[in-house]
């Protein structure tokens, strides 16, 4: 059975608004040997850190790298997959869908739509402000399997789509307790997820490291690099919601 290694890039759970950056990536990658390409980033890059991450191959020393890293002859040329979200305009659709009406802002919508907040309905209009609050209850009956804004669930579906029924290897996450893991079968052939520390597992570290590079250079749009990203990119991405209550 196929098994994906996944790490994502700009995420921060359901707060979307307000982080440091605009974009968020999750990557996943089929690697016959994962080691032997971390080793060969370790001589090409040099340096002695313990965990590599995309940082690293960013730095503008370390330009050659990142196009051999991204390019045909690459390893993960064919290998690898990057889920990207807007993070603002996917607030302002999720909201338009389940709660709709005048938008009240970013920081506001991204409030109204996830439970750990207390937002101030009162900025919304009588209408609007009655759907967002049947919409909270909805919501508050189960937040974790019915979360609408947690960019992990499209994003790990989209994964699944891609490589088809596959077990996930994902860094340790918070965020993907049994409940949602158990959402996310519904939702599409994932056979399972397992945890692993991206220290001792090199295909962590790349899935880490595909997903920081493609967010990094998609949202500086850079014109040396940008026409590497295609390949890599899914085609739903930034325009994938949930499913609310009716």
């Not at 950056?21 to 370790?42: D, Q």
């Not at 979200?85 to 109204?112: M, Q, W």
């Not at 209408?127 to 508050?140: K, N, P, Q």
Request: hydrophobic content about 40%; aromatic content about 6%.
């Amino acid at each position: 059975m196929l098994e994906i290694a996944c790490d994502e890039s700009g995420y921060e759970g359901e707060k979307l608004i307000g982080s440091t950056t605009r974009l968020f990536a999750h990557a996943s990658v089929s690697l016959a040997e994962p080691a032997a390409v971390l080793a060969e980033l370790r001589v090409r890059i040099r340096s002695p850190a313990t965990e590599y991450k995309a940082n690293h191959l960013l730095r503008p020393q370390h330009r050659r790298t990142l196009r051999w890293f991204l390019g045909e002859s690459g390893p993960v040329y064919g290998r690898g997959h990057v889920f990207l979200l807007d993070k603002p305009a996917f607030v302002r659709r999720v909201f338009d869908e389940h709660v709709g009406g005048e938008f009240p802002g970013p920081e506001s919508a991204n409030d109204i739509l996830r439970t750990k907040a207390e937002p101030d309905l009162d900025v919304l209009r009588p209408t609007a402000r009655h759907r967002a609050a049947a919409f909270r209850e909805w919501l508050s009956a189960d937040p974790v399997g019915r979360s609408v804004l947690d960019p992990l669930v499209p994003a790990i579906v989209a994964a699944v789509t891609h490589w088809g029924p596959v077990t996930i290897a994902h860094d340790r996450q918070t965020q993907l307790p049994p409940r949602r893991v158990e959402v996310l079968k519904e939702r599409c052939p994932l056979r399972d997820i397992r945890f692993l520390e991206a220290l001792r597992h090199p295909e962590i570290q790349i899935a880490d490291i595909l997903a920081g590079t493609v967010r990094a250079l998609t949202e500086a749009g850079d014109p040396e690099l940008i026409h590497l990203l295609p390949p890599y990119t899914d085609a739903g991405s930034r325009s994938t919601g949930e499913v609310g209550p009716e």
